[in-house]
């Protein structure tokens, strides 16, 4: 019913910058929220940041003051600018979005969907 692309992850050196991006499409009446996750092998996914319809952001303490999340409400679309990227930083960046179904007549209407996630690795 909904579906959540990733993209523009890659290779950068340390002190580099790299944005991605997330796209949602299908049967959505609404994205309350939109966020980014990394997940390091061996490490739990954590969020990186995120963003309320309304625009309000939050920021993992590691990433305040480099990373910055942006979004398109008429788009359904979700970016997240990185910049000073560190070693650290390597993961898989997962897009995550709780959708409002449209065309729900009763019943549950609100699930979280999920990206393929999209590599990002910082070479020191």
């Known amino acids: 019913q909904v579906q959540v692309v990733e993209s523009g992850g890659g290779l950068v050196q340390a002190g580099g910058s790299l944005r991605l991006s997330c796209a949602a499409s299908?049967?959505?009446?609404?994205?309350?929220?939109m966020g980014w996750y990394h997940q390091a092998p061996g490490k739990q996914r954590e969020l990186v940041a995120s963003i309320q319809s309304s625009g309000t952001t939050n920021y993992a303490d590691s990433v305040k003051g480099r990373f910055t999340i942006s979004r398109d409400n008429a788009k359904n679309t979700v970016s997240l600018q990185m910049n000073s990227l560190k070693p650290e930083d390597t993961a898989v960046y997962y897009c995550g979005a709780d959708v409002e179904l449209s065309g729900v007549t009763y019943g549950r209407r609100m699930y979280r969907y999920w990206g393929q996630g999209t590599q990002v690795t910082v070479s020191s």
């Open positions: 299908g049967s959505i009446s609404s994205i309350v929220f």
